[in-house]
T-cell receptor
Framework: NAGVTQTPKFQVLKTGQSMTLQCAQDMNHEYMSWYRQDPGMGLRLIHYSVGAGITDQGEVPNGYNVSRSTTEDFPLRLLSAAPSQTSVYFC???????????FGSGTRLTVV | AQTVTQSQPEMSVQEAETVTLSCTYDTSENNYYLFWYKQPPSRQMILVIRQEAYKQQNATENRFSVNFQKAAKSFSLKISDSQLGDTAMYFCALDNNAGNMLTFGGGTRLMVKP
């Protein structure tokens, strides 16, 4: 049982480049979400999904897109990378009922 | 909007002693869930303990227990018999019961000293 798998673990982008962070879960969880963690801070919600075909914005959505075509996958797209997007990104999933989220191992993204 | 506040940026404790991490929160929901997550240097987010707001009994998981005060909107974590492996960042988090998001506090860095 792999849980939540994020790829890549590390990435360096140049300003203006685009890329997709991949996230997959094998627990059949309804809910999936993306967070970013900046140094010395807690995690902040970027986008979330409560099921296939349904997505919505979180606290810091600007510059990011998501889609959820299947229950398992929830990719995060950076449209035009900016240095302010340098951060650690976490994908998480959960089933209904407040059971707590299972997190992926994170992606450290640096935009130069 | 809901908020979570952790007022202790850093704490330290001697091995085998007890330490309490503080957390306060604000939400307009009556039914919600509270969590403590541990983030060691590996950066993996690990669920430590979970509390359901409609349950008065405080949650316990081995050496970890909480003091949940709903009226005061307080949710502290007590770690007993601290071990070196407890050294990590600890985050308090609130689930708004819609299951679609967690709101995190800023974290407390805990150092367990030998």
């Amino acid at each position: 049982n792999a849980g939540v798998t994020q790829t890549p673990k590390f990435q360096v982008l140049k300003t203006g480049q685009s890329m997709t962070l991949q996230c997959a879960q094998d627990m059949n969880h309804e809910y999936m979400s993306w967070y970013r963690q900046d140094p010395g801070m807690g995690l902040r919600l970027i986008h979330y999904s409560v099921g296939a075909g349904i997505t919505d914005q979180g606290e810091v959505p600007n510059g990011y897109n998501v889609s959820r075509s299947t229950t398992e996958d929830f990719p995060l797209r950076l449209l035009s990378a900016a240095p302010s997007q340098t951060s650690v990104y976490f994908c998480a999933s959960s089933r209904a009922g407040g059971h707590g989220y299972t997190f992926g191992s994170g992606t450290r993204l640096t935009v130069v | 909007a809901q908020t979570v506040t952790q007022s202790q940026p850093e704490m330290s404790v001697q091995e085998a002693e007890t330490v309490t991490l503080s957390c306060t929160y604000d939400t307009s929901e009556n039914n919600y869930y509270l969590f403590w997550y541990k983030q060691p240097p590996s950066r993996q987010m690990i669920l430590v303990i979970r509390q359901e707001a409609y349950k008065q009994q405080n949650a316990t998981e081995n050496r970890f227990s909480v003091n949940f005060q709903k009226a005061a909107k307080s949710f502290s974590l007590k770690i007993s018999d601290s071990q070196l492996g407890d050294t990590a960042m600890y985050f308090c988090a609130l689930d708004n019961n819609a299951g679609n998001m967690l709101t995190f506090g800023g974290g407390t860095r805990l150092m367990v000293k030998p």
